[in-house]
């Protein structure tokens, strides 16, 4: 791809928790590049998505919820969600339509109010909410913060999102590309694998177990025969936590392997093999190294 008449912007993808931003940046980029799922606050790092739309490349900055920190960890995710929309060049707000989250809400309209970037917001999940009621939330919340466009989108199905992708595509300044074309994320392989066997992870146990438990990287190496070796460590916070991602005969954590293994498969279209692994530790959401193999910036 030349130089000549390119386009590449950053757009900061943010909302309340839940909102559907992770399954927005997936449908912008055509493939699934951010983890999903119904446990609200799923996202953790900065994770990018590449999305391309004829000649211009869209950086989707995919920040956490932004919500009201209490510890450590929850401060970290707060920071590198406003760290994204620092140097956007449109910033995208993603309410959902149905829960709308008021209470989270109002915090970050008054935040946005004024910031000098280009405002869109879209209302997500617009397949499952009424008509008059959205026109009325749109006009609610384009006074509150001066959206200089409003787009009415269902992440999951897909209405409304070519329409919103070709907006943010022309509001891109001219450049090269920052990435490769067949890049769609900046996440590497090991960050990726571990993110996928989190998100079966919580996919598989719901509310069994709480958000206080993370996937550390621990060995990735391809082996000679080309497939892939990958070692995995499940961290809980309590000693009573382990049997419930065990289960019965250790059916649950070869259940979760299981799953994430034939993603990561599908994913990068080699053979792995995926080694999990529990370990009990009461601090781990205190410990530093943690938050940098999660993509985070450790907050005091």
Same mark, same amino acid.
């Given at each position: 791809?030349?130089?000549?008449?390119?386009?590449?912007? +950053?757009?900061?993808?943010?909302?309340?928790?839940?909102?559907?931003?992770?399954?927005?940046?997936?449908?912008?980029?055509? /493939?699934?590049?951010?983890?999903?799922?119904?446990?609200?606050?799923?996202?953790?790092?900065?994770?990018?998505?590449?999305?391309?739309?004829?000649?211009?490349?869209?950086?989707?900055?995919?920040?956490?919820?932004?919500?009201?920190?209490?510890?450590?960890?929850?401060?970290?995710? +707060?920071?590198?969600?406003?760290?994204?929309?620092?140097?956007? =060049?449109?910033?995208?707000?993603?309410? =959902?339509?149905?829960?709308?989250?008021?209470?989270?809400?109002?915090?970050?309209?008054?935040?946005?109010?004024?910031?000098?970037?280009?405002?869109?917001?879209?209302?997500?999940?617009?397949?499952?909410?009424?008509? $008059?009621?959205?026109?009325?939330?749109?006009?609610?919340?384009?006074?509150?913060?001066?959206?200089?466009? +409003?787009?009415?989108?269902?992440?999951?199905?897909?209405?409304?999102?070519?329409?919103?992708?070709?907006?943010? %595509? *022309?509001?891109?300044?001219?450049?090269?590309?920052? @990435?490769? $074309?067949? /890049?769609?994320?900046?996440?590497?392989?090991? !960050?990726?694998?571990?993110?996928?066997?989190?998100?079966?992870?919580?996919?598989? !146990?719901?509310?069994?177990?709480? @958000?206080?438990?993370?996937?550390?990287? *621990?060995? @990735?190496? @391809?082996?000679?025969?080309?497939?892939?070796?990958?070692?995995?460590?499940?961290?809980?916070?309590?000693?009573?936590?382990?049997?419930?991602?065990?289960?019965?005969?250790?059916?649950?954590?070869?259940?979760?392997?299981? %799953?994430?293994?034939?993603?990561?498969?599908?994913?990068?279209?080699?053979?792995?093999?995926?080694? !999990?692994?529990?370990?009990?530790?009461?601090?781990?959401?205190?410990?530093?190294?943690?938050? $940098?193999?999660?993509?985070?910036?450790? +907050?005091?």
């Amino acid at each position: 791809m030349s130089t000549e008449n390119t386009f590449c912007g +950053v757009v900061a993808v943010i909302g309340a928790p839940n909102a559907g931003k992770s399954t927005l940046v997936n449908a912008l980029v055509g /493939q699934k590049v951010a983890i999903t799922s119904a446990k609200a606050q799923t996202t953790r790092a900065r994770l990018l998505g590449i999305a391309l739309h004829g000649n211009v490349q869209i950086i989707l900055a995919d920040t956490p919820g932004i919500f009201a920190p209490k510890r450590r960890l929850d401060r970290a995710m +707060v920071n590198a969600a406003w760290e994204g929309a620092q140097e956007a =060049d449109a910033i995208l707000l993603v309410v =959902d339509a149905v829960k709308q989250r008021r209470h989270e809400l109002e915090p970050l309209l008054d935040a946005l109010k004024d910031r000098p970037e280009r405002k869109l917001l879209c209302l997500n999940k617009v397949d499952v909410s009424k008509k $008059e009621p959205l026109l009325a939330l749109a006009e609610d919340l384009s006074g509150k913060a001066g959206f200089d466009e +409003v787009f009415f989108v269902s992440a999951l199905t897909g209405d409304g999102v070519p329409e919103l992708k070709a907006r943010l %595509a *022309e509001l891109m300044p001219e450049g090269p590309w920052h @990435y490769p $074309e067949d /890049q769609v994320s900046d996440a590497s392989e090991r !960050l990726l694998a571990a993110e996928i066997t989190r998100e079966q992870l919580y996919r598989q !146990l719901h509310d069994e177990l709480p @958000y206080d438990s993370a996937v550390r990287p *621990e060995s @990735y190496r @391809y082996r000679k025969d080309g497939s892939l070796e990958v070692h995995q460590q499940i961290v809980v916070g309590r000693e009573s936590q382990r049997p419930i991602v065990l289960g019965k005969r250790g059916s649950r954590i070869k259940a979760i392997g299981e %799953a994430a293994r034939k993603e990561l498969a599908d994913q990068l279209g080699v053979k792995v093999h995926l080694f !999990l692994h529990v370990k009990v530790d009461e601090k781990w959401s205190e410990n530093r190294e943690i938050f $940098e193999e999660m993509g985070l910036d450790w +907050v005091k």
